[in-house]
């Protein structure tokens, strides 16, 4: 499996994936908003995009799908539940499908609902596993709830699918704010030197070369990953006494997903 970042440069600070067969060529394309943009970088490695994938339901992640299909005919692969919303899908999977690319290539569609009902990350089916996670995870961060999701239906994502990931996964995330990100989590612990450390090192780090970070590097610095950090818990008692001195983990979540609407 070959992945190819692609860097919109938008000011979503979108990231588009192409996801190809070494052996064939054959490629999919994830969120091709800058639907000519990955059509160069196909072009430039010799690459066919023969099928779409869009993790959810957004104009900013389906908003390429028709410029990509007339020029490729590809396919457009989206959640079942999503397919009244996105024109023209051939093809709506749910939890456990598999979608193929070229020979070699499988990845498994997770079903994630939170950031709206209708979202799908990608599971590669390597040594390695990849996550292509769309508005779900972000890097440091976690998808908002604000246009058809739900934040106790993401808390259950996390912790029933994304928290059982190997740690070696590696996190293809659909925007890029990892700074901000790191921010909020040295907000919310400031005592997470991890986090201060890597926001010295990437502060400046220009998207289109993105750190791309592993499940365990998530963990060490994802505030929604770090629900039983005592920092964490302490900080958020100060503005939300009623959580009590054991707050339970979705009690948490909920809270710092609250705060991270208005930070």
């Known amino acids: 499996m070959i992945v190819e970042q692609v860097w919109t ?5 979108n990231f ?15 969120d091709p908003l800058e639907y000519q943009k990955c059509l160069a970088a196909a072009k430039k490695h010799g690459w066919t995009i023969t099928q779409i994938l869009n993790t959810h339901e957004h104009g900013d992640h389906t908003g390429g799908n028709k410029g990509m299909v007339k020029a490729t005919g590809a396919s457009i692969i989206a959640h079942a539940n999503a397919k009244d919303r996105i024109p023209n899908v051939t093809r709506g999977v749910g939890a456990g499908d598999v ?6 290539v499988d990845l498994e569609c997770l079903d994630t609902p939170g950031h709206t009902m209708s979202h799908i990350c990608l599971l590669s089916k390597t040594d390695q596993p990849a996550l292509f996670s769309g508005d779900t995870l972000f890097n440091a961060g976690a998808g908002n709830c604000h246009n058809g999701g739900h934040p106790g239906e993401l808390y259950d994502t996390f912790e029933n699918q994304l928290e059982k990931l ?3 996964t590696l996190i293809y995330p659909g925007h890029d704010y990892l ?3 790191l921010q909020f989590t040295l907000d919310r612990e400031p005592d997470n030197e991890t986090a201060r450390q890597m926001l010295t090192d990437y502060g400046n780090q220009d998207p289109a070369d993105a750190l791309v970070m ?6 060490e610095v994802n505030t929604f990953f770090r629900l039983d950090s005592l920092s964490v818990i302490a900080r958020l008692q100060e503005q939300f006494p009623e959580i009590g001195d054991n707050p339970d983990a979705r009690s948490v979540f909920l809270k710092l997903r609250e705060l991270r609407n208005t930070w």
Do not use: F, H, S
Request: aromatic share 6%; proline share 5%.
């Open 9 to 13: 440069g938008n000011a979503y600070r």
């Open 16 to 30: 588009n994936y192409l996801v190809a067969c070494p052996e064939t060529g054959d490629a999919l394309a994830i």
């Open 99 to 104: 979608i193929k690319v070229g020979e070699t």
């Open 166 to 168: 190997p740690d070696d």
């Open 179 to 181: 700074i901000n990100n």
């Open 214 to 219: 592993t499940l365990t590097q998530e963990r």
